[in-house]
């Protein structure tokens, strides 16, 4: 496989592209989607609440940074000694660090972002009174 056609973490440390590469993205997705879906619930319960669309993508966003960030954390200092311990496990390894960095990043400014773009402002008119 040519190195150029290799995703972006593999490119960086030199490994091909393998099947357990592919299996360490399927894992990542999981951790991935868990992230945007805690946090997307957590915007829409606030917009119940009665905030507005923004401050509720702001709250969301910072109740839930510390959660995404030590998991994502713990996740990557965890996989970095069984990385380095077997060549085995070096690809999948590798594909669930280098994607929870990028996806880390993703979760907490494009969702929040999405959010805002494609989320109605309705406010709760019990709320707007008060």
Do not use: H
Not at 98 to 109: D, K, Q, S, V
């Amino acid at each position: 496989m040519k190195y150029d056609a290799l995703p972006g973490g593999f490119f960086l440390i030199g490994i091909p592209f393998s099947f357990s590469a592919f299996i360490g993205i399927i894992a990542l997705v999981g951790i991935v989607v868990n992230d945007a879906i805690v946090m997307v619930d957590t915007m829409n319960g606030y917009q119940q609440q009665g905030m507005k669309v923004k401050q509720a993508a702001a709250r969301g966003v910072s109740d839930r940074l510390r959660p995404v960030l030590t998991t994502s954390i713990t996740t990557i200092i965890g996989l970095i000694p069984l990385a380095l311990s077997d060549p085995t496990w070096m690809p999948l390894c590798s594909a669930i660090i280098f994607g929870l960095i990028a996806a880390t990043l993703i979760a907490l400014i494009v969702v929040p972002c999405l959010y805002m773009l494609f989320t109605p402002n309705t406010e709760n008119p019990d709320m707007a009174l008060l």
